[in-house]
């Protein structure tokens, strides 16, 4: 693709995004709804304006690892270790209820498979997309809302991302079962090992920081290598682990978080998320969907998929939630908040495809999950804090 190209295609998502957004915000939806909304109308599926390519794609996920790192920043250390053996166990659910739900569900459309045969292996599979958490479209929600940092918010965030990492682990599991070159354990090793060095590490850093932050305050060279820190961490996760990026990118921003600068640091980082790389990220969700070659069975199948997938997390989460003291609005929203499926989700998808468990037919159901979840999920959040602020001014 030429230089020229990617100039057109850049100043098309950056003004539809924007427009939508705002539009969206007049409907009291999100703006992140209207962004995604754009990627739709510009790409494939409707005017054909602009289709998915590596640039995008690269661009995209450069803005989910800075939307990732923006919310380890923001996060509060004290309460992120509190809510953490909750987050845990909520992740430990919202895995187990989805991945036994898919499986079942494919089942259900193409019949029961016996243990160790091929549609078993397909079945599993299914239900292994349905794992999958995209914490970042609930992240850019709670933010917009002011309740990233609340207990419900942090555990959202701390759940989605255990839930992530314990889905990597699991996808390795379901794909040592046709390559048995794949080593299970050597993914769970890899996964401790990567939080041991980012715990001594992270410390290690955190204490260059601090120096750097006592003589040179509020200058531009600390948010310049935070990012760098940021980006490094996230390629060291994925590179030498097999973390994904966003995981590492999430631990830099956790990291920094108790930094006198943190909140200058932040707002330079949202600068350019803001602007650029997360209109560009929402966007290529819309960009990915087409709906060619799908037949009435297909049809019913995604419908399926969908419900399933939103309803298997919402009643993991939401319930598990609950049994650890949680009211039950509040389960409630950690239910839905861990509902959206999106970058992870395609990532599991292509996986499974290279693997022969998964045919190319399927991703449209796997996109239109992460297109409804990444639309109804902001909205149905907006609308419990929204009765739940109502309930608490009447109060008042």
Do not use: H, W
């Given at each position: 693709m030429e230089t020229i190209d990617i100039l057109r295609e850049l100043a098309i998502i950056l003004f539809v995004a924007k427009c939508l957004g705002i539009l969206a915000r007049k409907f009291k939806a999100p703006q992140v709804v209207g962004q995604i909304l754009a990627g739709l109308l510009v790409g494939p599926c409707v005017l054909g304006w602009i289709s998915q390519n590596d640039f995008i794609t690269q661009m995209a996920e450069v803005g989910v690892i800075v939307l990732m790192f923006s919310v380890g920043l923001e996060s509060d250390l004290k309460e992120l270790l509190k809510t953490g053996p909750v987050a845990f166990l909520i992740a430990c659910f919202g895995v187990f209820i989805p991945l036994v739900a898919g499986a079942l569900l494919y089942m259900g459309f193409y019949g029961m498979a016996p243990w160790g045969s091929e549609n078993f292996y397909k079945a599993v599979f299914m239900g292994t997309i349905m794992t999958a958490t995209s914490v970042s479209i609930t992240v850019a929600s709670l933010q917009e809302l002011g309740k990233i940092k609340s207990k419900v918010g942090t555990t959202i965030v701390s759940a989605a991302i255990i839930d992530d990492i314990i889905g990597i682990i699991v996808l390795t599991f379901v794909i040592s079962f046709k390559n048995p070159d794949s080593n299970p354990g050597m993914v769970v090793m890899k996964t401790i090992a990567f939080f041991v060095v980012a715990v001594v590490g992270g410390f290690v850093v955190y204490k260059i920081f601090l120096t750097l932050d006592k003589r040179y305050p509020h200058t531009r060279r600390i948010p310049i290598v935070s990012v760098a820190f940021c980006f490094a961490l996230a390629y060291i996760a994925e590179r030498y682990f097999g973390i994904a990026d966003i995981t590492g990118a999430y631990v830099a921003g956790v990291v920094l978080c108790n930094l006198s600068d943190n909140e200058y640091i932040e707002r330079k980082v949202d600068v350019s998320s803001y602007m650029f790389f997360g209109p560009i990220f929402f966007a290529s969700?819309?960009?990915?969907?087409?709906?060619?070659?799908?037949?009435?069975?297909?049809?019913?199948?995604?419908?399926?998929?969908?419900?399933?997938?939103?309803?298997?997390?919402?009643?993991?989460?939401?319930?598990?939630?609950?049994?650890?003291?949680?009211?039950?609005?509040?389960?409630?929203?950690?239910?839905?908040?861990?509902?959206?499926?999106?970058?992870?989700?395609?990532?599991?998808?292509?996986?499974?495809?290279?693997?022969?468990?998964?045919?190319?037919?399927?991703?449209?159901?796997?996109?239109?999950?992460?297109?409804?979840?990444?639309?109804?999920?902001?909205?149905i959040l907006k609308l419990l804090y929204s009765r739940d602020d109502k309930k608490e001014a009447a109060r008042a």
């Open positions: 969700i819309g960009l990915k969907t087409s709906f060619d070659g799908v037949n009435g069975k297909m049809i019913a199948f995604c419908i399926c998929f969908v419900i399933v997938a939103l309803l298997a997390k919402v009643v993991g989460c939401g319930l598990t939630g609950r049994l650890c003291k949680y009211n039950v609005s509040d389960s409630l929203k950690i239910g839905v908040g861990m509902m959206t499926r999106g970058e992870v989700a395609l990532i599991v998808a292509q996986k499974g495809l290279a693997a022969g468990l998964l045919t190319a037919d399927y991703f449209t159901a796997v996109i239109l999950l992460i297109l409804v979840s990444s639309i109804l999920t902001p909205i």
